[in-house]
């Protein structure tokens, strides 16, 4: 159900003249996200509300600590905790409140227990928490027997202001517990729940940063920092060997790797330290994949072969040279991957980098993404990259609340002619968007070349199969914005709900002062497919389509359609920024890409 909270914040989009985007937090509306059943009781509120859920207990009897995290969009004190008693959960329970690096906040015996339901205690004192920061909720069951539910964190569950992103747990007993549950298994919800008192007056927290000012964010005057150029910090520690990035990082130091370490796992549940830290790679220095599991703070500046951000928050990877080294150097599997959890990296911002050379190396066609983000990754932003030599994506999912994709060059991709797969080798999108789950911004990107293959000469060459540049599949209903791109030279078409999952249904999709040009080289026809036969709130204006084919073939349902233009490959004028220059872009309401400030290409 829906429900209506005091006050939310929403995202102002401006024009791309002036493109920027600010939080602001303004009066009572409708929340759109789907909410749970949480309760307000008095002023406190709950994520589950009173209602017994449908949960059975886990078989095991072994000890463990069962947990939940959560964030608020509101400032306020944790009152105390719940949990949902299976029967034959056994036992003496104490339920603990930590912060997001595991310092124990609070900890409290439950007293008075039911044999079965919802338990409750209070904090001897409530426990101040900030908004838009995430902390874990746990209870200890000594004998296990707990409630689980396998997927019961398929969507986050939203109360309010409260939102739960995840369960975490651990396993064991004795004097080291109750301690900080930092494993994850899939999208299980064990039921543990906190008691809420947002502050008077309190206000919704913006995205990090208050979004995206003009030039990309970058400071007025300033220049653009190098693009894929890894470095260290003055002071940081030289290390050799991979045990050693991860404890001087846990322990609060900066790290500087001068050698290949090969693999790196930071695990978050370990590190002691408070401040944010950063791990660079100089010379020869390099990492051939970088897992980053439960971390909160971290500055990353790396050559690295791979990067993994699972359950992360507040990561920043910058001018980082990600995946192979050339058109004879590949790395398989996905070079950046955000997609294994529930949450992939909030708050994480992804810039000036340059992620590429990815081989499609397995059967499945689950290999050569250069960025694939299936896990929920809120206020991610992906800002000023290159993005090239994929065999599959450019970039795919785009999954999240708040996530902007912005001043990116995204191509060539494409699969290998020789690609021995079948079927399998015919999926490269320079983008696809699938399954949305908040506000999508891609604003003032470059895509182009996507059905193109540099093959070992370095020749660009045609990839034998042609997929989309970009494909934005059906079945959403939460807001994206398509505006201001330049998408051209490529074999394949934009798709609006034209293929994959979702079906034919979107709502709230806006397609606004895009160049489309030259696109469909394989098919000959339109390279711009508006294929959805229902929803609502849906806007196609002020694009340029220029191709072999006209340009445009709409299904005619479900959309405003206003002051496009389309036309053949030489109907139109552009200059060589590829602003388009002719007497039908320009005027009063001009149409089409127009070149952003702050980019790289």
Sequence with gaps: MSVR????????????????LAATCGPASEATAQRSAGTTSGATVTLFGSAAPRVRAVRMRRP????????????????????????????????????????KLARVRFKKETASGWQRVKFARPVAIKAGKTYVASYHAPRGRYARKAKGFRKRKVSG?????????????GVRFPRFPTRARGRANYYVDVMFAP?????????????????????????????GQPSCVAGAVSVITASAVASNLASGNNVCVTTNVGRVELNGGSWTSPTVEHLGTTGGGSISTLSINGVVGLNVSVRAGHVGLYDARNITLEQSRLGGDGPTSRVGEEVLDLRDTLAGCDDCVIRDSDIGWAHQDEASGNSGYCIRMFGHNDRLQIVRNRIHDCEADGIQGIRGDHVVVDRNEIGPVGADPACPFGVNCDHA???????????????????????????????????GSASGTTYIHGGDTSPI?????????????????GLGTGG??????TIRNNTFYDLARAFGIQG??????????????????ADRGGGFHDSGAARTVTNNVTGSLTSFTFGADRNCTSANCTGANPRGFRKPSGVHW
């Design 5 to 20: 909270v005091g006050r939310i914040c929403a995202w102002l989009a401006l024009p791309v003249s002036a493109f920027w």
């Design 64 to 103: 463990a600590e069962l947990g939940v995290r959560f964030r608020s969009s509101r400032g306020g004190k944790i009152v105390g905790i719940r949990f949902y008693k299976t029967r034959g959960n056994r036992g003496r329970h104490t339920g603990t409140l930590w912060s997001p690096r595991g310092r």
């Design 161 to 173: 202001p409260l939102t739960a992103v995840g369960s975490r747990y651990a396993y064991g007993s």
């Design 199 to 227: 502050s008077r007056g309190a206000t919704p927290s913006p995205p990090p940063g208050g979004g995206l000012p003009p030039g990309g964010g970058l400071p007025p005057g300033g220049d653009l920092p190098p693009l």
């Design 429 to 463: 999108d320079g983008i696809q968007v699938n399954g949305r789950d908040g506000d999508v911004r891609i604003t003032n990107n470059w895509i182009h070349h996507e059905g193109y293959f540099t093959n070992s000469s370095g020749a660009l060459v045609s990839s």
């Design 481 to 497: 914005l398509y505006e201001n791109n330049l998408v051209e030279a490529s074999r394949g078409r934009v798709e609006v709900c």
């Design 504 to 509: 034919t249904s979107t709502s709230n999709t």
């Design 528 to 545: 711009f497919e508006w294929d959805c036969d229902s929803g609502s709130g849906n806007l196609v204006e002020n694009n340029v389509f």
